[in-house]
């Protein structure tokens, strides 16, 4: 195939051709497809990495588009997948990759499969549950993953390798701020740059460069300040040094978690709806759109998309408990 796409970077005599092939034959996990996954994918797919998969368990929002630079207003209007707009969007700007969409919730049952097969761990999430599992999940396995975060003006990274401190080593416990984008606002200059620094770490990690920074790093782009931080591994890290993958080992609970910043409860379900039937039902009692992908319904006292494995993101409720009761009374049991 024609490889003049990547001149600019096979020049470039940090990767040069060599780099270049050795990024064609890698394979990268981007876990969280928002803020940071859709720059973080638009980049390693623009910089020739041979196999992406895709994780997202959410669904494009007009919200979304300040910052998320894989989706547009159809996808917006549609309610698509993020995972999926993202992969259709990404095969249009190169077609000689492999990229692999998957809609779901990235949970202690499909942690050690989505990320087995693959060199590197991107992280773009929101929120702290997932980035135990994720270190977790690495650690266990021995893949390297690199942290993103952006709230406000205020962005970190870190990469964490096998043989050094993990994420629990830097913070032992989740910080909960009660902040969110949702609530404080985030730059999409900001989640631009903590993205990319990310890709710029898993570039160095990919090609063994000796150039990483395995500090972490935290900046804040409006107030002008940048530090850069060496972690130690703490001798009694539940994790790395104690090998207690206390997250990845957790029971799964087929329960409703909070979405980050949202007043919507992601309901596990308990396996595959049929939507077409589920749709006719429904629109004796609201409003229904069945898209290719999902069904959002739009009720007088309920709305929701459903996903055809039976995982629902209820929105605008304060508390999981009615999260779950309004998925068994619309959805079922
Ligand atoms: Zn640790």
Redo the contacts with the bound molecule.
């Keep these: 195939m024609d490889n003049s796409r990547y001149d600019r970077q096979s020049v470039f005599s940090k990767i040069g051709a060599d780099g270049q092939l050795t990024l064609s034959r890698s394979r990268v996990v981007v876990i969280g497809v928002g803020a940071l996954g859709t720059v973080i994918a638009s980049e390693l797919a623009r910089a020739g990495v041979g196999f992406l998969r895709l994780i997202d368990r959410d669904y494009a929002e007009l919200t979304n588009l300040q910052r998320q630079t894989l989706f547009d207003e159809a996808d917006a209007a549609q309610g698509a997948p993020k995972a999926l707009a993202a992969a259709e969007h990404l095969k249009k700007i190169n077609s000689g990759i492999e990229i692999e969409p998957v809609v779901a919730d990235f949970n202690v049952t499909n942690a050690e499969k989505l990320i087995r097969d693959v060199d590197l761990v991107l992280d773009g999430s929101d929120n702290a549950a997932a980035r135990y599992l994720i270190n977790d999940a690495c650690r266990k396995l021995g893949k390297p993953w690199v942290y993103g975060g952006a709230i406000g003006s205020t962005g970190a990274v870190m990469s964490f390798l096998p043989d050094g401190?993990?994420f629990?080593?830097l913070f032992p416990a989740a910080q909960n701020s009660g902040e969110s984008c949702a609530t404080v606002g985030v730059l999409n200059s900001l989640t631009a740059i903590a993205a990319s620094m990310q890709v710029t770490d898993a570039l160095k990690i990919l090609l063994k460069s000796p150039a990483l920074d395995r500090r972490y790093r935290e900046f804040d782009i409006w107030n002008n300040s940048i530090d850069a931080i060496e972690v130690a591994?703490?001798p009694d890290?539940p994790?790395?040094?104690e090998g207690r993958f206390e997250f990845l080992n957790a029971p799964f609970t087929n329960n409703s978690v909070s979405l980050c910043g949202r007043d919507a409860y992601q309901v596990a379900g308990n396996g595959a709806v049929d939507l077409d039937a589920l749709a006719e039902k429904l629109r004796a009692v609201g409003t229904v759109r069945h898209g290719e992908y999902t069904l959002v319904f739009e009720g007088a006292a309920a709305n929701f998309t459903l996903f055809p494995d039976g995982r629902a993101i209820i929105k605008n409720v304060k508390s999981a408990q009615s999260a779950l009761s309004l998925y068994s009374e619309y959805i079922g049991a």
């Design positions: 401190a993990c629990r080593c591994q703490n890290c994790c790395c040094a």
